[in-house]
């Protein structure tokens, strides 16, 4: 055991020598070069000549074969609430409970709701084609005449005898090319169980419609 000892102690001893004069004393692992991270892709917007060669015409014509409810979205503001109408509405998540509509880049009226930064959603039933009407013009006061109470959270407009509306605030929003996905997160909604007698309006290939009894 002590010559065991003694040959650690003489081990040790020209450990410390070696290092006090700068030999080295084993090879070192040579540690792995560092990795260069990967450049991020410049983001920009798409040119013309890169856009896909799609008839606009045709893409509408097409996707007007799907068939869709017909809602208005509304929110409070000065001097007076604003709204209009959207078909390319959608239930978003469950948990969180959220929405989303998409807003034209050019809307006048989607400003006035960001502003608000609260939004409800109107869903219509088969009678009110001419209520969406009025709110899918540019310029006029689509409120003239139209009763209306605030949706119990945000006092957005909660447009009377709609089957169903569902008050929201704005969660966030995504570009999404010539227009805007605004996403919201649902803080109160309900129904008229007399209204939601009459059906849902349905909008498709560019008319209104009704389900079959």
């Excluded at 003694?6 to 004069?21: E, F, K, N, P, Q």
């Excluded at 930064?117 to 009025?134: I, T």
């Amino acid at each position: 055991m002590g010559g065991m000892m003694g040959h650690a102690g003489m081990a040790a001893t020209a450990i410390r020598y070696l290092r006090s004069v700068g030999a080295p004393t084993a090879a070192a692992p040579t540690p792995p070069p560092a990795r260069t991270p990967a450049a991020r892709p410049s983001l920009r917007t798409v040119r013309d000549d890169e856009r896909a060669p799609l008839d606009t015409a045709e893409f509408r014509s097409v996707l007007g074969h799907f068939a869709s409810g017909v809602t208005i979205i509304t929110a409070p503001g000065e001097p007076g609430p604003a709204g209009f109408a959207c078909q390319s509405f959608a239930s978003l998540s469950l948990d969180p409970p959220l929405v989303a509509f998409m807003a034209g880049r050019t809307s006048t009226t989607w400003p006035r709701l960001a502003r608000a930064g609260v939004f409800c959603v109107n869903v219509l039933g088969a009678e009110q084609g001419g209520l969406c009407r009025a709110f899918a013009v540019s310029g006029a006061d689509k409120f003239a005449g139209v009763h209306h109470t605030p949706a119990p959270v945000t006092g957005s407009p909660r447009l009377a005898d709609v089957p169903a509306w569902i008050d929201c605030t704005i969660h966030a929003v995504h570009t999404g090319g010539d227009h805007l996905i605004v996403v919201g997160r649902v803080e109160a909604l309900g129904t008229d169980p007399t209204a939601a007698q009459q059906g849902p309006l349905l909008f498709h290939r560019g008319t209104f419609g009704r389900l079959a009894p």
